[in-house]
């Protein structure tokens, strides 16, 4: 069953003349006597000059149609609506957005949302991690892709309409914590001490401690 045709902005894609090419985007890398230019630069004043200078005369773009909005801008607007409390957003490049956990603690997806989301076209994708995973600080949270060079200004103005926070990052609340064991005929000491220490570096990743150790005679 074939799936909805994206609607990615009616881009244009083909080889121009060099001289008609400033504002569109490099659809491959372009490599000429050491000169590189990735795919997906929008060729600029800078990059026609120095193409001429290494001998290019015709080069493959996509051209933007009227309302259309490139990749990374769409990106970068969409993970912004995003991102809730506690997570930050990267600098979109290559159509792609990344959010990172701003502190230590869980990470809130809300899942109907996001399926709501992803349903919209195929050209928007948004990935993240499962719901209520402990994340640390600098922890890659979800990411905002978008496939084609560019998507109708209509398609992310929909988006944006379905992206209000999505995903939110709960910093962990230190606690004190009491352990009470209980000592059973022969249970040796170290086994105490081992549970003990065991279940303090568990807390100590929480930001919590152990208050009191509490032993009790079976």
Known sequence: HAGPRPRGGCVKFG????????????????????????????????????????????????QLEAGDIHEDAAAGALATRIAGEQVR???????????????????????????????????????????????????????????????????????????APLLTVHPFVRRRVAVISTLLPGLMPKVVEKTLRVTAERLARAGALIAQDIRIPH
């Not at 985007?25 to 050491?34: C, D, M, V």
């Not at 957005?97 to 230590?104: E, K, M, V």
């Not at 809300?110 to 919209?120: E, M, Q, T």
């Open 89 to 163: 957003v990267e600098a979109p490049f290559t159509g792609r957005s990344n959010l990172f956990a701003l502190t230590d603690g869980v990470v809130a997806v809300d899942r109907v949302g996001v399926d709501g989301f992803n349903a919209l076209d195929e050209a928007i994708t948004l990935a993240t991690l499962p719901d209520l995973s402990p994340v640390k600080a600098g922890d890659m949270v979800a990411t905002v892709k978008i496939i084609p060079f560019a998507v109708s200004g209509t398609l992310v103005d929909e988006a944006l309409s379905r992206a």
């Open 15 to 62: 080889p121009v003349p060099l001289g008609a090419a400033e504002g569109a985007i490099a659809a491959h890398s372009i490599r000429s006597e050491g000169l590189v230019i990735k795919k997906g630069t929008r060729l600029g004043a800078i990059e026609i000059a120095a193409l001429a200078t290494a001998g290019v005369r015709e080069v493959v773009v996509a």
